[in-house]
């Protein structure tokens, strides 16, 4: 089966390698948002379909280690702080 066909709005897929989540599709338009930043992109079937695979994303180590692995957590805007912000200075202690 084709993995456009599997496209539907918060679907996970690779192109242009970069990792997007799809908003919205109208017939051989997807508009896609990047996961890591919030640039839109628009990706029409007949020129990019071929390219465009289905994708997941990782979950963070389970155990604080490295901080340059958490900074790859996807960075989620709270106010002018991000996520990724918040959790290590809730990890980091007193």
């Known amino acids: 089966m084709d993995p456009v066909e599997l496209l539907k709005p918060g679907a996970l ?7 997007y989540r799809l908003e919205h599709r109208q017939k051989d338009l997807l508009l896609a948002r990047a996961v890591d930043t919030e640039e839109e992109a628009l990706f029409y079937l007949p020129l990019e379909g071929q390219a465009i695979r289905l994708t997941s994303l990782g979950l963070p180590p389970a155990e604080p280690g490295d901080p340059a692995l958490h900074d790859r957590s996807i960075p989620t805007r709270v106010g002018t702080t991000t996520v990724t912000q918040v959790a290590t200075q809730a990890f980091s202690g007193p």
């Open 13 to 19: 897929f690779r192109a242009r390698g970069r990792d």
